[in-house]
DNA sequence: GTCTATAGATCGATAGAC
DNA sequence: GTCTATCGATCTATAGAC
């Protein structure tokens, strides 16, 4: 049976996704208007709402399946080893699945602002589970002696955020390979959890 | 001489500033409008325009007062002892600083996709000229062989990412003074910078 | 499902009176 | 230096035809 003339549900949805991740990630939430995504997209403004009620939930949607992903994809390792190995398996799945993804990790990081209230929990939630799956390994090494650090938590956060720092300048091509990345990023997490 | 009615120029100029420093950061530039800068403020829109020639202008310097006060309040610090004893004040003034300003922080690093190329790149080279004086401290341990770390580059981008994100959790009041702070990440920093 | 058209609000910036 | 008033553009979201 032919489809209606016009219809594409099925490549439109997901180019809304596609388009609105770039424009975000490029100019920011506030700065891009649904005619500016709608026209990239390739149809007018108002058929963006047969796939959003609104612009936040458009948002929302991009945040909430970059950090589900992310979880997801972090349970779906097969983690082996020692709390040694298992931190080294941490740092490279992290800083990969980051580097995979420059567009999503920049607007889970920035746009946190422009959420609703409720959607703002929603995704801070997502987000302590993943911390909370680091600060497991750090303290199953401290309770084992492989490592010492003064604070857990602040080891978890303060890990992350070296990690998830290498986005800001890492670009393909460069001087480094996503490998030596992973190797120095490894050497440096490696002694900052370490005992003297 | 009595001044002109209605005419606050000593005072109102500093309110812009900080008011839109409070806005921008707290709901971003894009979304923060003139008027309702000029709200809280307690003027009309139009007269912001005495004081800024446009909203860009605005960010601008804000974000150019807070990186040369961060750089000149660097290079106030008489550095005194050896490559370890200058990372530790490093790692001491960026905390301190950047937890006193919050918001001009938080600018700092939000608000770069909105300045235009020209802005971006003088806000780029001062900081710029902030990593090269940590970059600086590790090349000069490295070749005193107190430190050791596969890349002085990536090893500064990794330390002030890592110190930065102290922004993002740390609350005065909380658990930890910020001077427990201060102690705990030179712990981290130390150690992962440090030979094995 | 997509279109055209538009309601209704808000935006940055300017002009001119005082 | 601040005000009132406004231009011209743009915005999100909706209504109704096809």
Chains 1, 2 share one sequence.
């Not at 746009?111 to 801070?124: D, M, S, V």
């Amino acid at each position: 049976m032919a489809r209606t003339q016009g219809s594409h549900s099925d490549i439109t949805g997901p180019r809304i996704n596609a388009v609105a991740l770039r424009l975000f990630a490029q100019h920011g939430y506030a700065a891009v208007s649904m005619r500016q995504i709608a026209r990239e997209v390739g149809v007018q403004a108002g058929a963006l709402y047969n796939y959003t009620p609104d612009k936040q939930s458009l948002l929302f949607r991009l945040m909430k399946t970059h950090m589900t992903e992310l979880l997801s994809a972090w349970r779906e390792l097969d983690l082996s080893g020692d709390a040694r190995e298992r931190l080294k398996q941490f740092v490279q799945f992290h800083i990969r699945f980051h580097l995979n993804r420059p567009d999503e990790v920049f607007i889970a990081y920035m746009e946190l602002r422009n959420l609703t209230p409720g959607n703002f929990t929603e995704i801070e939630q997502l987000r302590g589970e993943y911390e909370n799956a680091l600060e497991m390994i750090l303290k199953a090494g401290v309770d084992e002696s492989v490592f010492a650090v003064p604070d857990t938590k602040i080891a978890t956060l303060g890990v992350i955020a070296m990690l998830t720092g290498v986005n800001t300048w890492y670009r393909s091509g460069g001087r480094l390979s996503q490998a030596e990345v992973e190797t120095i990023y490894w050497d440096m997490v490696r002694k900052a959890v370490a005992p003297d």
